[in-house]
C-alpha cells in the first residue's frame, strides 16, 4: 500500500518540475508545440491542401439529404477563411514581390465576382430555390481562380521568397484563419478591409454560429 505521503509527492512532482523549469528559464512545452504547429508548412503548402479541400466541399454540399446543411455549412466556412488570408496577407506579399504584381492586382475582379457569386450563394442557402444552380456557378468561378493561383502565383512566390518566408506567411495564414470571418462579406474584399473586418465580423460570426448549432441541436 502506498503511504500518504509517497502519494502526495509523486501528485506535486511534475508541478515541482515546472516550476524548477520555469526558475531555471526553461519554456513550457506547449509554446513550443505551437509554434511547430504554426511552421509546419508554408503558405502555398495550406493554401493548396484547402483548395483540394475546397474542391471536395463543394461536391460534398450537392449531396441530398440530411448532412447537406453540415456540408454547406462546412464549405462556406472553409471558402471564407480562406480568402480573408489570402486577401489579408498572401495577395499584398504577392503584388510587393513578384514581378508581375500589376498583373496580380488586376485580377481583383475575377475575385469580387467569386465573391458576389458565395454571397449569393450564401443567402439561397442549401435549401433555397435554384441552391444546386448557384452551388455549381460558385463551384467553376472558384475552381478558375484556384487554378490560376496555383499555376501563377503561388509557383511565382515559391521562385520570389525563401522558405524561412514563405514558413512565416504559413503561419501569417493560419492565424488569421483562426479568427476570420466564417462567412462571405459581400464588402469585405481588399487587405483593408479583411484586417480591419477580422475582429468584429470574425467573433460576431462565430458567436452568431455557436448559437445556431445550440438552438439546432
Not at 13 to 38: E, F, H, I, S
Not at 75 to 84: D, F, K, N, P, T
Not at 116 to 124: D, E, F, I, K, S
Amino acid at each position: 500500500m502506498i503511504s500518504k505521503s509517497a502519494a502526495l509527492t509523486a501528485a506535486t512532482k511534475p508541478l515541482l518540475t515546472a516550476k524548477a523549469a520555469t526558475k531555471v528559464g526553461k519554456a513550457p512545452a506547449w509554446p513550443l508545440t505551437v509554434a511547430r504547429k504554426l511552421g509546419s508548412e508554408d503558405a502555398v503548402e495550406v493554401l493548396t491542401r484547402q483548395h483540394r479541400q475546397i474542391k471536395i466541399g463543394f461536391l460534398r454540399a450537392a449531396l441530398p439529404g440530411p448532412l447537406r446543411r453540415r456540408n454547406f455549412e462546412r464549405l462556406m466556412r472553409l471558402l471564407a477563411v480562406h480568402e480573408a488570408a489570402e486577401e489579408a496577407h498572401v495577395h499584398p506579399v504577392a503584388r510587393r514581390a513578384l514581378q508581375h504584381g500589376r498583373e496580380l492586382a488586376a485580377r481583383r475582379h475575377e475575385e469580387k465576382q467569386a465573391k458576389q457569386l458565395l454571397v449569393a450563394l450564401w443567402h439561397t442557402g442549401p435549401n433555397g430555390r435554384g441552391y444546386l444552380r448557384r452551388l455549381n456557378e460558385a463551384r467553376r468561378a472558384v475552381a478558375r481562380h484556384a487554378a490560376r493561383e496555383e499555376r501563377e502565383e503561388f509557383a511565382a512566390l515559391r521562385t520570389a521568397l525563401s522558405a524561412p518566408r514563405l514558413r512565416m506567411l504559413g503561419a501569417e495564414v493560419k492565424l488569421t484563419q483562426a479568427y476570420a470571418p466564417t462567412r462571405p462579406h459581400r464588402w469585405v474584399n481588399n487587405e483593408a478591409a479583411n484586417k480591419l473586418a477580422a475582429p468584429v465580423l470574425g467573433p460576431f460570426d462565430r458567436a452568431r454560429d455557436a448559437l445556431r448549432h445550440r438552438v439546432a441541436s
